[in-house]
């Protein structure tokens, strides 16, 4: 997995509340076996104002000039500014899958959909938690300033704006060990194959029926 | 000491071991496999050269891209067919049992899983989907998970998690006739909205849910997760242990009785503490039908479409506006005037064969209307397919010029051929109205399978208590 450590990147807001993973990455690109290249079809349905479908050629459709994602003073953009609940329905990893391969490191939030947010982690994506009354300034600050970028330290837990005011955020101490050095957890998880395996030992004597077959 | 939740048992039961960090090793005993969330996983456990845990843990169907029409021609769409034989050669290669699509027991997972008895009480069970909240309704802790944490179980049997906070929704009272489970979950989401149960695993309680049959438990743990829950769960009763007596999976026998006995004990103690406790009078709900693109958009069938003006809160009222746009319906439009383009009755919401009799009650000797272009009903199993068409079900459908279709995931999420085209409106007995969810441009409204079938045949919604 991608480190996370810091970052100083334009910003791009998305106003709008509940913004769901069938928004983000629509169900046709789901159908890919692959891990990556879902960039083009980020927020598919707003960003282009004809019908997408996997393989076509996505430079060559009509974009939607009036989406954030599409106006030149975005173009780049690493972090993402969203409203509360952001992520929410499904669980699909794509939509994570589709935000890094777009281009973004960070999101910063009021609050997040559990699977998306958890899903984030396991991709190096950082979504950040902080109040809606800073979110709200960021939002503000983020229109009327071409450029805006905002500078984040994950080992400070701190998101700093252009004009050095600090803001520090919460992260689990798990999450954040995982992010900063690249981990795959599943190699943390094999560390412990002995207390595993003891606990099916155990159940297997309490509750043989979990063990049936499948 | 204040007692248990039905969460804490299902949660310290499967703990592996806790870590320094608040995080805790929970143990998977039911991973259910389908074929969107599951291949760059299969690839990863390759790649890594690690092997999975316990194959016997873990089965597979196909759902969400197979074809609802004749299958005798296999999949048109060639993306679609690489990733369903991309799960059936990643099956067999690694031995896990799979339901393929021609199958007589293929169908939804979350169908699929409860009627072979491979989701049992006390389980812990996790799909790469967010619709796995359904099994919760058997005392069961159940979530969805994404793909990375698919592999992550493949080679592990266990996830590493943090605790999520206890919450309770009860609905006390009982149900005015016409009033469904679904109409219960959507009533509920209409009150605690999307994210009202982030962060928290809900457990629903009350008599209104205790008088519910199992199938209408599924359909309430099902949309949790539109109300932000990862998980939903409620208490074991004689209803849940009767369910799975006999089911192929199920134990038998000595085993069997020591089971059942161990399920009785999966319900909250009485002196258990939540952090959220919320109320609902069951009398109070009426068939419910949603007016926007989020679940918590919804009114009861003889109300209005509300007016963004009279909403305080900036953010909200931005979104219903958004909402009335991609709809295209105006403030105070009375629910029961919206006509409809198609009809959707299936999902893993509204599939199994209650619903499907519920829908076959009301379309009884009627037809549908000529305004209507497609009204489809789409069995959530094989089995559940097979059953209805035993009890004549299947006719009644077409006499009344439903389509019936193969099972699967179908216009849920428009995954395979069926969908809408943008501007039509549907009746879907499905869990999302999200924008595009059942094709782009697509709008959809959420009702039970009693108000879709009442809403094909007259054309625009009707309230079912009227019939």
Redo the contacts between chains.
């Keep these: 997995m991608k480190k996370f450590e810091k970052l100083t990147g334009l910003v791009v807001p998305i106003d709008r509340a509940n913004v769901d993973t069938d928004a983000i990455i629509p169900k046709q690109y789901l159908k890919s076996i692959k891990r990556s290249g879902f960039g083009p079809n980020l927020f598919d349905d707003w960003r282009y104002l004809d019908r997408g479908e996997p393989g076509m050629d996505h430079g060559q459709r009509r974009i939607n000039p009036d989406f954030v994602l599409n106006q030149p003073r975005y173009r780049g953009a690493q972090v993402l500014l969203a409203r509360d609940n952001f992520g929410c329905g499904s669980s699909r990893e794509h939509a994570p899958w589709a935000l890094d391969d777009y281009g973004i490191r960070a999101i910063i939030a009021p609050s997040y959909a559990d699977i998306f947010f958890n899903n984030c982690f396991k991709n190096g994506l950082l979504p950040i938690v902080l109040d809606r009354a800073t979110v709200d300034r960021l939002f503000r600050e983020t229109e009327t300033t071409p450029g805006y970028r905002l500078a984040i330290d994950l080992a400070a837990q701190t998101v700093t704006t252009p004009g050095g005011v600090e803001f520090r955020f919460e992260i689990d101490a798990f999450r954040k060990h995982c992010l900063a050095n690249g981990l795959d957890d599943i190699g943390l998880t094999l560390q412990h194959i002995g207390e595993i395996e003891a606990y099916e030992v155990r159940r297997r004597r309490e509750a043989p029926w979990l063990f049936g077959r499948s | 000491m204040a007692g248990k939740t039905l969460y804490d048992k299902l949660w310290d039961a499967h703990v ?2 806790r ?1 320094d ?3 805790c ?1 929970i ?1 998977i ?2 991973h259910l496999v389908h074929e ?2 599951s ?2 996983a299969f ?1 990863g456990l390759r790649l ?1 050269g ?1 092997k999975v ?2 194959v ?4 597979a169907t196909a759902d ?2 197979v074809p609802t029409t004749d299958r005798s021609k296999g999949i048109a ?1 060639a ?2 067919r ?2 369903v034989e ?1 799960l059936d050669r990643n099956c067999h290669d690694l031995g896990i ?1 799979e339901f393929g699509m021609d199958d007589p027991r293929q169908g939804i997972v979350h169908v699929v899983g409860p009627e072979q008895g ?1 989701t ?1 009480p ?2 812990t069970v996790v799909c ?3 619709h ?1 909240s359904t099994h919760g309704a058997f005392g069961t802790l159940a ?7 698919v ?2 179980v493949f ?4 996830l ?1 998690l ?1 605790k ?1 906070r206890n919450m309770r929704v009860r609905v006390e009272g009982i149900v005015g006739p016409g009033v469904t489970a679904k109409d219960i979950v959507l009533a509920i989401i209409g009150r605690i909205g ?2 009202g149960g ?2 928290s695993a809900i457990e629903f309680a009350g008599s209104a849910i205790q008088a519910l049959s199992i199938e209408g438990r599924m359909t309430v743990c099902n949309m949790a ?1 539109e109300a ?3 998980a939903g769960m409620i208490a074991v009763d004689d209803k849940t242990v009767e369910y799975f007596r006999g089911r192929p ?3 038998s026998d000595e ?2 009785e ?2 059942a006995h ?1 399920w009785r004990d999966l319900r909250s103690d009485p002196d258990a503490s939540f952090e959220k406790d919320i109320l609902l009078e069951a009398a109070e709900i009426r068939p419910q039908v949603t007016w926007g693109t ?1 679940p918590e958009m919804v009114v009861a069938v003889d109300g209005v479409v509300p007016d963004p003006q009279t909403e305080a809160d900036p ?2 009222r ?2 219903m506006l ?1 909402a009335l746009t991609y709809m295209d319906l105006k403030p105070g439009t009375r629910l029961r005037d919206i006509a409809l383009d198609k009809i959707f009755i299936g999902s893993c919401t509204n599939s199994r064969i209650e619903d499907l009799r519920a829908a076959a009650q009301v379309a009884k000797g009627k037809r549908v209307a000529g305004t209507i272009k497609l009204a489809m009903v789409v069995p959530g199993s094989g089995l559940v397919k097979a059953q209805a068409e035993k009890e004549g079900l299947d006719r009644i459908f077409k006499d009344a010029g439903f389509e019936w279709r193969e099972p699967g995931c179908s216009m849920c ?3 395979n051929a069926d969908r809408l085209e ?1 501007g039509e409106r549907c009746a879907s007995t499905s869990n ?1 109205n ?4 059942q094709g ?2 697509g709008r959809t409204h959420l009702v039970s399978p009693a108000m879709a079938a009442a809403a094909a045949i007259a054309g625009h919604f009707v309230d079912v208590r009227e019939l």
């Design positions: 592996v071991r870590n960090d608040g995080t090793l143990y005993d039911r969107v969330t291949p760059q690839e890594a690690r845990w316990r016997e843990s873990n089965l969400h891209n769409d993306v679609s690489l990733q991309t049992t491979a049992l006390g389980m790469g989907d967010s796995t979530f969805g998970i994404g793909t990375s944490e592999e992550h080679a592990t049997q266990c590493i943090k999520s999307t994210a982030a962060g997760i932000g829950a990862r999976y199920a134990p085993i069997w020591r089971a161990a989020s953010i909200r931005e979104s958004h999420l428009a995954m943008p999302r999200f924008e595009g969810r782009a441009g």
